[in-house]
């Protein structure tokens, strides 16, 4: 199904795009929908698409293990796209990814997000620091999980949520933030009722709502902030009211000028 003009602006980095650059990719989009649980590649697949997320879809990167226990390496939403970001695409995968909440995302042939590539230096610019802010985000995950208490990751992991939807009400499981954290949902469930006694959170049917998020980010380990100040630094991270990000305004992209001197490249503001 072609993607409708306008579904571009629910995806930041599409959105974040110049018109001329849009241009480039846009006849390739194609509109999917997914539901929650579905695979949009598995470990060991060739990845053939990119995918963007759009609006109140998210994305999980999973590590799945022998045993059938896996683990979170990243969340992604409308921020962000899935599938050869950081390589050139076309490879193997080596997680999982799997819709956490449902709904409708882009997708491009990875050839044609290649070929956009070559042709303009903005989108490879705007592209590599995407790419670096999501490894960034996956290394500090792995840190994270390594290091710190499971009520730490756990606050973490709701935080990264809450910045992709702008709510307070997670609409996510107990089953499926066990999965992600890699525990068994009994523990899980003696975790969620010490932070909902402290004040922080409080739990429901089929969703977690964000009680008190200033004092999340003091009850937190260092984790979450380092990756939203990594956002900040390399994709000019604009926030909404609720902490949402809302636009990405990223440094133009340096050239070579005379005698080796190197100037910023600025684009024209008509295109």
Known sequence: MPAPSELLESNLLLKALRRADRSLLEPHLELVEYGRGDT??????????????CDRTV??????????????????GREGAVGGIVSNGGLPASTQAVVQLGG????????????????????????????????????????CNALHPIESRCLRWLMTLQDRLGSDVLPVTQELLAAMLGVQRTYLTRILRTLQDQGLIEVGRGRITVIARAAIEKAACECHGSVRRHFDAVLGTVYGPTGRFIAFEPPPTPRPGRKGRVVPFVEDADS
């Open 104 to 143: 409708q995302v882009l997708r491009i042939d990875s050839s044609r997000l290649q070929e956009a590539k070559r042709l303009s230096e903005p989108v490879r610019n705007l592209f590599s620091r995407y790419a670096d802010c999501l490894l960034a985000q996956v290394l500090q995950s792995v840190a």
């Open 59 to 76: 994305v999980t990167l999973l590590i799945a293990m022998a045993d059938g226990r896996s683990a979170e390496t990243a969340t992604i």
């Open 40 to 53: 949009v590649f598995a470990a060991g697949g060739d990845i053939s698409y990119i995918t963007f997320p």
